[in-house]
């Protein structure tokens, strides 16, 4: 079965100061792997995801995200954080979709909090 | 920007009563998504589906959720009787899987359910 652990449930992190959120993932096979932000009261809005090839990749908002297969970790960063980007962040993995079950499975989301 | 529509955006209802929460998801998308987040259990799969057609519905409690795609344009989730333990916030989500990649989900606003 897949499963998603972010270990972190609250960050806070000042204004202008580096960002980085864990993600550890279990999967059978070659994952799928996203980040979605979910701000109060909004649905999740996907940052970046992560298929194949270049194992660091690039998402909106300034974040990236980097698949380290030996750690099974796909953790997210974002060099200068801005208080906009308080919010909740989920970590998902999904099956290749081959015409069978591709669910996501979420992780348990961790809060992040910006102070000035 | 094309977004997945839902409607109610938020519903308060009494114990027995029938809900029926709706989304709207992008045009060409062939895969549709309904999760359940609360604070206790995060984001839950209830049922998806691939070009209307229900793939996984195993995170539904049967006797009272029902989940439909009339048409490619609509699909509907069902509670009958609700529970106040169904409080909670739904998300349907629209994807495009083809071809063994998975371009990432989309998701919309969200249902507040309440049930008093």
């Known amino acids: 079965a897949q499963s998603v652990t972010q270990p972190d449930i609250h960050i806070t992190v000042s204004e202008g100061a580096s960002l980085e959120l864990r993600c550890n993932y279990s999967?059978?096979?070659?994952?799928?792997l996203f980040w979605y932000v979910q701000s109060p009261g909004q649905g999740l809005q996907l940052l970046l995801k992560?298929?194949?090839?270049?194992?660091l990749v690039q998402g909106i908002k300034g974040f990236e995200a980097e698949f380290k297969r030996s750690q099974s970790s796909f953790n997210l960063r974002k060099p200068s954080v801005h208080w906009s980007d308080a919010a909740e962040y989920f970590c998902?993995?999904?099956?290749?979709?081959?015409?069978?079950?591709?669910?996501?499975?979420f992780g348990t989301g961790t809060r992040l909090t910006i102070i000035p | 920007d094309a977004r997945v529509t839902q409607t109610p955006r938020h519903k308060v209802t009494e114990m027995g009563q029938e809900v029926t929460m709706r989304c709207q998801p992008i045009?060409?998308?062939?895969?549709v998504f309904w999760y359940r987040q609360t604070m206790m259990q995060g984001l839950e799969l209830l049922a998806y589906?691939?070009?209307?057609?229900?793939?996984?519905d195993s995170g539904m409690p049967k006797d009272r959720f029902s989940a439909e795609m009339p048409d490619a344009t609509l699909a509907t989730l069902k509670i009958q009787p609700s529970e106040p333990r169904d409080s909670a916030v739904y998300f349907c989500?629209?994807?495009?899987?083809?071809?063994?990649?998975?371009?990432?989900?989309?998701f919309g606003s969200g249902t507040r359910l309440t049930v008093v």
């Open positions: 989500a629209s994807g495009l899987a083809t071809g063994g990649a998975n371009y990432g989900y989309t």
């Open positions: 999967y059978g096979a070659t994952p799928y």
């Open positions: 992560y298929f194949s090839g270049d194992t």
């Open positions: 998902a993995v999904g099956a290749i979709p081959n015409f069978g079950n591709e669910k996501l499975t």
């Open positions: 045009l060409g998308h062939n895969t």
């Open positions: 589906f691939r070009n209307r057609a229900p793939l996984d």
